[in-house]
């Protein structure tokens, strides 16, 4: 994949501040606004970026652990796809019990069980062992996803 100096320029500006909007970005590095959202959209689907919501993560959402159990199947070929669920912010492959820690964001408990009924539900050899929710996230420091390949 082949990025330019606008392309690095619109990722070094996010990981500056990923708050800003498309026009703030325009006018740091002198290119249209219509250019930062097309080359945003392009950086995204070439996967050289993804677009994470996390306002107010402490205040509007939920933080919810999982502990993840597979029967069978590939276990990093699951948490992988467990880790395209939207609202996953991490996916952590354990050395014994659970198999994984599924790290994910809701609105409310129907939130939560919209995610298990929508997107667990595809694997059979999966269950959940266990899990918490935390009703205060006092601290989260965003690692960057593309380190995701480290699976």
């Known amino acids: 994949m082949k990025l330019d100096d606008i392309d690095w320029k619109i990722i070094e500006a ?11 970005i325009a006018k740091r590095i002198q290119v249209s606004e219509v250019t930062v959202g097309s080359r945003i959209r392009a950086l995204e689907e070439k996967g050289a970026i993804r677009i994470v919501l996390q ?43 659970p198999d994984l820690i599924v790290h994910i964001y809701a ?3 129907s939130h939560i ?15 959940i062992k266990d ?5 205060e996230l006092l601290k989260f420091d965003n690692v960057h996803r593309s380190e995701r390949d480290v699976l």
């Open 14 to 24: 996010l990981q500056g501040d990923a708050r800003l909007k498309n026009n703030e």
């Open 107 to 109: 609105k409310d408990l």
């Open 131 to 135: 899990m918490s929710i935390g009703t």
């Open 55 to 97: 306002r107010n993560l402490g205040e509007e959402y939920l933080s919810v652990l999982m502990y993840i159990n597979v029967d069978s199947g590939n276990l990093y070929e699951i948490a992988n796809s467990l880790y395209e669920i939207h609202e996953c912010l991490a996916v952590v492959v354990s050395i014994g019990n």
């Open 113 to 127: 069980q919209k995610i298990v009924d929508c997107e667990f539900s595809k694997y059979p050899s999966l269950y």
